[in-house]
């Protein structure tokens, strides 16, 4: 199989993201006992590249997100986006988490919209923004439903939507698919291939579903635990749609898993 610790020869400053020596340490209690949850994580994401991160539970994965998107410091290193040092949150990233984080008492189109009010947008363009983006997620017939009358799928398409109505230049996703069923699941995952492919936003996607990151990724960043780290980065060399009965899917599988099983 080829691809395994493949991937793009960027530059941080080339990248769309760049993660370079990320590290990060949360202090103990002070009785001691600090815990190293990341060192020197090192990898780049090249523009309009699909990348997903797995890992064991506990490998760093959720603290790597956040700082990615800027809500948690690094101890060590520095996260660049299009070659400027991510020092807090941006509108330059779309950040959506697994719990929808939707504001109930808004509808859909006050969902996807409420970025853009604080745009240089006028009003007219903030609604045909708003129309634009229910359309490329399917729901333009629910934009003036409440949050609370949709599915747990439905709830997760408003909040991609409107992580990309502000057209942002990098979409980071932590674990987005992991409160719906199976086949909802599946649904989202070919959606979101499909917003990919219309939009070409380079994306960094979180999952512990191995499945998952080998149905979406172009490459997939392998982590090992203790402390999180690279493990291996691998290549995904599979044409879309990939068909999960397809040995060559079943050898990725397998593959990855092996990696992340592997111990320390
Ligand atoms: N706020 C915190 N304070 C202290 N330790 C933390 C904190 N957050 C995470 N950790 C520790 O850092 C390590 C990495 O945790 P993190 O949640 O980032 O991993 P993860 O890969 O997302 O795990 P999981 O897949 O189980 O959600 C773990 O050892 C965890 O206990």
Redesign the pocket.
């Known amino acids: 199989m080829a691809g395994v610790n493949g991937g793009s020869s960027l530059t941080p400053a080339e990248a769309s993201v760049a993660l370079d020596g990320v590290g ?1 340490t ?3 209690d002070g009785d001691g006992g ?5 060192d020197d994580v090192s990898f780049s994401v090249a523009d309009g590249e699909f990348v997903c991160l797995v ?12 700082i990615a998107a800027g809500l ?1 410091d690094a101890t060590d290193g520095r996260v660049l986006l299009d070659g400027t040092e991510v020092t807090g949150p941006t509108t330059d990233m779309g950040v959506v988490f697994q719990e929808y984080h939707l504001f109930p008492w808004l509808t859909v189109a006050g969902n996807v919209g409420f970025g853009l009010e604080r745009s240089d947008r006028s009003p007219a363009e903030q609604e045909a923004r708003v129309d634009e983006m229910l359309d490329l997620v399917g729901l333009t017939e629910f934009r003036d439903a409440y949050p609370k009358s949709l599915s747990g799928g439905m709830k997760q398409r408003v909040a991609i939507a409107r992580s990309l109505a502000v057209d942002p230049s990098l979409l980071l996703l ?2 987005p698919f992991g409160a719906v069923d199976a086949q909802t699941r599946e649904m989202l995952q070919r959606e979101l291939l499909d917003v990919w492919a219309s939009t070409g936003k380079t994306v960094l996607f ?1 999952t ?1 579903d191995v499945a998952e990151a080998v149905t979406l990724a172009d490459r997939i960043v392998v ?1 090992a ?4 780290r690279v493990r291996e980065i691998v290549d995904v060399d599979v044409e879309r749609p990939r068909e999960r009965g397809d040995a060559a899917f079943a050898e990725y599988v397998g593959r990855v898993r092996e990696l992340i099983g592997a111990g320390p």
């Open positions: 990060k949360y202090p103990g600090s815990v190293r949850a990341l890992g064991p539970s506990g490998c760093g994965k959720t603290t790597l997100f956040r948690t932590d674990e979180v512990h982590m635990a203790d402390p999180g």
